[in-house]
């Protein structure tokens, strides 16, 4: 259990400052996310599904690609969430046109 807390402590401090990075070079992301919640949402994830291990061996490359996938779904799941129903339909209308 010490093995794995230390390992959640050293994905935690390497998460960090790769997401707000992301978040700084990527005006969608500034817009829409809050660098702390997303950490905190993928630690959560992280502990739920014991990835710490595989994830202390990524590459630092290899790290940043899978945050920055994270960040992309986030920031496109919130603009769905913001899309009213004439939009929707609007687009349903638009994809049948074609």
Avoid: H
Wanted: overall charge negative.
């Amino acid at each position: 259990m010490l093995l794995t807390d230390n390992y959640q402590v050293q994905i935690k401090q390497r998460l960090q400052p790769v997401i707000q990075e992301l978040i700084e070079e990527n005006q969608l992301y500034q817009e829409d996310l809050d660098s702390a919640d997303i950490v905190n949402q993928i630690m959560q994830m992280i502990t739920k599904n014991a990835l710490t291990e595989e994830l202390i061996k990524l590459s630092e490359p290899e790290f940043k690609k899978r945050c920055n996938g994270f960040l992309a779904l986030v920031s496109w799941a919130k603009s769905l969430t913001e899309i009213s129903v004439q939009d929707w339909a609007d687009i349903k209308d638009a994809i049948q046109g074609v």
